[in-house]
C-alpha cells in the first residue's frame, strides 16, 4: 500500500518524528553512477528554509543502507534514510483536538489510534525526502528526457513573492499552481486503459501531501471547447504536432510531443490564525491557535517533488517499454 | 497492464470490430445476487443512441461466461462479454492517414505497426462495456455507498442541450464537466501516499477515454485561495465538517464526508469538420473529411463510466480496509 | 488471485460445466505470429481419450475472442475461450456427500456454498486448457529455449503402461513423476529472493491440480549429500559445470546449464472403488461410490501442462530481463 | 522483485558486508504489541554459533526505524534493520575465481559486474534475518495457528549430531530435511491455481538460500501410491480426515487438517575441502580452497527462516481471507 511502479518500483517509509524516514528502491537497474552529490541539487529545493517554507532545517543528508557499492547501482534494492535529528514533539495533542485540513482526525480513524501523530507522523511532508532521492535515480535512468517542473502562479497570481509575503504577515498561508512538462519522450509508453500515462502521473502526482487537481495539456479548457479547436494536427511523419492541446498524450499512450500538465496544490492547513473547531476531548466547539512557524506556501516545496515523482513513473515506463520491444 | 485494484480486480479486453469485448472480474466475494437485468439501468446511460451520441446501436447484451451460478456470485473469476455485432469496418485508412486526436498514430508506434485499428480497435469507447458491468457489482459490494455522477456543464454552458445542439449542426464536438458524489463512506479507507483515495481515483478515472482533468473538493480553486479560507472546521464528535472543501478526503484517507470530484470530459476527436493534417503515405499535409456520424459529446456517455470506475475503487478500497480492521 | 506472471500475465476462468473456460494473456508483446493449428499439438497431449485418461471427449477448439488480428498478436490482451459442450451434470451431489481427496469440501467452505461444483467447477483440469494454449504463446516469445516434459515414473514403476492398466482393472488410480528440463537458457534470469526461479516455477506448477511436489537439480537427494559431492565445478569461461546437481540454477538465477525438476503428481482422487466416507447429510460415515468414468492417471495429461506453466514463467523472466538490460 | 506478500507485504534488502541488512513489511494491521524481545528466540534460533554453523558472531540486535510507536505496530511501514558490524571482506576474489555452487557467477552475469560480492552480498543468508523478523510479527497476527518446523534428518541420518560432527572433521558440508506443520488453520483459506497454498508456500520457501525441493503431504510417495491409498476419507462434519496425505491442502485451499511439508535443504556450498575449478581470470582449471571457517549444516539455522515465511504466508491468506468473509 506503500509501493508503487511495477519495475522501477518505490517503497517509502517512516515518521516525522520517529528514528528516521526513507525509501526502499526495487529493479532499479544495475550500474548506474550514484554518489551522495548526485541528491544535493533535488534535495536542496525541497528543503526548507527559502522563502515561505518552515524553518525546521534538517541536515537531510542521506544515508546509503544498501544497493550502491563503488558508486554504482548494484541492481540489489537501494534503501537510502534521512535520519531525523530536528524532532521536537510539541505539547500538543493532535488527538483530543485535530487540525482543521490535517490528517489527524483520519489517521485516528484510519488506525485505531495506534499512530504516530508527533509532527505529522507518517503522513509529514517529511517522506517526500524519499520521493526526491528516487526521482534522482530515476531522471538517471531516464537521462535523454527533460523534466521541469516551476510554480507558475501563487493564490491565483503570477506576483509569487507578493503573495507569500502577504500570507506570511497574515498567519495565513497560500495556494499554488505547479506546471510540469517532460520533453524528448519518444511514441508509444504508457497503456490504453489503466496504465495510461495520465493514469499513471496522477496516481503519483496525488501521492504528495496538498495536491487538489491535475490536468494534462488544455485540461479543464478542453470541457469548455469544440473537437474542431482541440485536435493537434499532424505536421510531419515523426507524429509532431502543431498545437498540443493533448499534453503529449493519446489514448494513454505518449505520441512524442512535450507531456504537459498542470497540479493544483492547497495551501498549508497548518495557519498561526484561529480556528473555532471541534474539541473531540471537550466535546466543544473551541479556539484553536496552532503554535510554531508553518510553511506558508507548501507549493515552493513540492515543486521538485513533482519533477521527482514525474521521472520516476517515466522512468517505470521507459523499463516497462523494453519488455515490449523486439 | 490491463489490469486494475488490488482485491477486486479487473481485466478488461477487446477490440472495438473484434469478436467482442470484455472483463474478467477477480476477488469478487462470493454469494451476491446477480442478473442480466441488473446491468439494463447503467448499460442503457452508457448507450448510444442519445442526444448527441453515435447512432452505432449494439444490442450491448452482457453474456456471462464464468463466475456466476445460480443468479449469484460464486467467488471465482467472473467473465462478462459483450459481442460485436454491428461492425461495419470502413474503408478508411487509419495507418496512413491517422485522425488528429485519435489512438491511430501512437497504436502504430506502440504496436509495431500490429494493431487492430478498425474502428478504434482496443482503443475504442466500446471498452467501457467492460467497465461499467464491472462497476454494477462493485456497488453491489458497497451498497452502503451512493455514488453519483452527473454532466454539470457544456463547452462551459450549462445549457447542455443547447450546446450540443449547435456542435452537431456544425459537424463539430464538445466537451463536458461530470460532477461525481460519493456517500456514507466510513472515515479511513485509503492510504497516506501511493494509494490516496485521489491517486486511486485519479488512476481509474483517466482509463476512461477523453478525460483531460480531475479535481477534488475545491480543486484547482484551492491554489487560489488562503489557509484560512479552506480549511474545513470540524462540527461534531463524527468529524463532520462545516464546509467541504477537502472532498472528504485528507492525507489521502477518506474523512466521512462526502467525496466530491469533478473530471474534464474533451470534446471527441471525431468530428465531420475536414482537418488539415499530415498523410503519411504521401506525406503532404492533406484535408482530411471524417465520414460516418460520431459522438458529439463523448461526455454524455461517459458519466455512467465514472460512476462504474469510482465505485470500482471504493470497492476495493472497501475489501482492503477489512484486512486492517480486527 | 486468478492472476499469475508480472510483464507476461495470465488471468484464467470459467467453470467445467458452465459457458466456457478459458484465459486473458496481457502484457504478450505484438507482432507474434499466432494461429489456431498453432495449439493442436499441446492441447491434443492433454486431451482426455488417451490410454489412462477420462473418455469425456470435447472439441477443445480455442476462439480468440482479442489481441489477435491477421493472425498476429496485437500487443492487446489477448483472450481465448473453449466452450463446454459435453457438460452432463451427473445427480451426484457433491455439497452433502463431499468425494474425499476432492475440492468438493473446501470449495463449500470457502466460497460460503455458493460455488458451481458441477463437475468440479473452477477446480476441474479443464482449467488448465487455458494454461496450454498460454504456454504455446510463451514457447514463441522464447523460441530459444527448448522446454521437454516428460512422464518418467508411475505408481514407483517406469513401465508405466503396465502400471495404468493395474490400476484400471482395479477400479483405481496412480500416481506419476513428470521430468522437465529447459535448454539454451542465459546466466542472469531470476532474482536472488522471492522471485528465485525456483520460486517461481514452483508457484506456477503447484497452480496445476494434483502436484504434490517440486525438486530442482539433485533436489530431496541433496539433503542426503556431502558438499564436496553436490558442487557443481565451473569446467569453462561461459560458466558450464561439470555436473549439474544445481539443476542450472544457483542463488535463484539461472546459471546457463540446463534447468531440471521433478514434479510429483498424485493420483486423482476419483476412483470406482468404494469408499467409506462421511456423510454431510445423513451426519454419517457411509459408502460412497462414483460414478462414470475416470482418469486413472492424471499425470499423463498434466506433462504438457507443465511445459506450458514452465514456458510461462521463464516467458515472464525473459521479459522482465530486459528491463534491467542496457 | 525483492518483494513479497498481498497484504502482508515483505521487501527485503542489504548486502552482507553493507551498511546493514533490513526489511520492510507493509500492511499489517495497527496495534499489535511489538517490543525487541519478542524477537529474541527466533533470531537466536537462526544464529550462527551453535553446533555446525559459521562463527561469525553478529550481534542481531534489530533497530526499529518505522512503523512502532509505544511497543505498538502504527499501521504504517514498518521498517527493521540490522546494522553489520563483524564484516571482514577477505582478499579472496569471488569475480575471478567463483566458487562452485555460490551465486558468485550468477551475480557477475546477471548485475553486469556490478555486485557487492563481498560475504555473498545481497544473496548472503544475512538476509534472512529480515524473514525471521518478519515472520515473529506474522505470527502475533494469526497467533492461533501453531507453526513448528524441525531438522528431521541430516545426510540421510536421523542421528543429527553425529552426521554433522562427521562433516566438520572432513572440512565438508551437509545437507538435511526440515519438516515443519501448521495447526489450526481453518478450511478455505487459499485459492484454486495460481494462489494455492502451496503455490505460495512453495514460493517463499525457495526463496531462503539452499533450499532444493519441498513436498506437501505425502509429496513425492504420493506418486508411488494408488489412489485408494491416499484418499483422506472424512471422519466428521468439520472435515477432519482419517489420515492426512493431503498435508491440509485440497485443490490449493487449506481443508482444516494440519498442513504438513517438508524442504530439502542441500549443503552449503562453502567447503574447506579443495575443489578444482575454472579459474575466470587465467581461464584455467585450479585448485580452489576456501578460507575461513563456515556453516557445516546450514539447515540448521534455516529451521526458524522456514517457520517465518510460513508465517508470513499464512498471515497474508489470514488478511486475505477477510476481504471475502461477511
Known amino acids: 500500500m506503500n509501493t508503487f511502479g511495477r519495475i522501477f518500483k518505490i517503497n517509502i517509509f517512516g515518521e516525522s518524528h520517529g528514528n528516521s524516514v526513507g525509501i526502499v528502491i526495487d529493479g532499479c537497474p544495475a550500474g548506474i553512477n550514484i554518489c551522495e552529490n548526485d541528491f544535493a541539487t533535488d534535495l536542496l529545493r525541497r528543503k526548507s528554509g527559502a522563502f515561505g517554507t518552515t524553518p525546521r532545517i534538517e541536515p537531510d543528508k542521506p544515508v546509503f543502507l544498501s544497493g550502491i557499492f563503488n558508486s554504482k547501482t548494484t541492481g540489489n534494492p537501494i534503501t537510502i534514510i534521512f535520519e531525523n535529528t530536528n524532532t521536537k514533539s510539541s505539547d500538543y495533542n493532535f488527538t483530543d483536538f485535530p487540525r482543521p485540513g490535517h490528517a ?63 500570507a506570511i504577515e497574515e498567519g495565513d498561508s497560500v495556494g499554488g499552481i505547479i506546471s510540469c512538462t517532460a520533453k524528448n519522450i519518444p511514441a508509444g509508453w504508457g497503456e490504453p486503459f489503466f496504465d495510461s500515462v495520465e493514469s499513471l502521473i496522477s496516481h503519483a502526482i496525488f501521492a504528495i501531501p496538498g495536491i487538489k487537481g491535475i490536468e494534462f495539456g488544455s485540461g479543464f479548457d478542453s470541457a469548455k471547447k469544440l473537437g474542431s479547436q482541440l485536435n493537434d494536427l499532424f505536421i510531419d511523419e515523426n507524429g509532431k504536432t502543431e498545437t498540443n492541446f493533448a499534453g503529449g498524450i493519446n489514448g494513454g499512450i505518449t505520441n512524442g510531443n512535450e507531456i504537459t500538465f498542470k497540479v493544483a496544490v492547497k495551501p498549508t492547513s497548518s495557519i498561526s490564525k484561529e480556528q473555532i473547531t471541534f ?6 466547539l473551541e479556539t484553536l491557535k496552532i503554535q510554531g512557524r508553518h510553511d506558508a506556501c507548501i507549493a515552493v516545496r513540492a515543486v521538485p517533488v513533482v519533477e521527482a515523482v514525474t521521472a520516476i513513473v517515466l522512468a517505470d515506463l521507459f523499463l516497462l517499454r523494453k519488455t515490449q520491444e523486439k
Open 279 to 284: 474539541n473531540f476531548k471537550t466535546k466543544k
Open 104 to 166: 489527524d482526525f483520519v489517521a485516528q480513524k484510519k488506525y485505531f489510534e495506534n499512530s504516530d501523530l508527533r509532527g505529522g507522523g507518517h503522513f509529514s511532508g517529511r517522506l517526500t525526502l524519499g520521493l526526491v532521492t528516487a526521482g534522482v535515480i530515476a531522471k538517471k535512468i531516464i537521462d535523454f528526457v527533460k523534466i521541469n517542473a516551476k510554480l507558475s502562479e501563487v493564490c491565483g497570481s503570477e506576483d509569487i513573492q507578493t503573495a507569500i509575503k502577504n
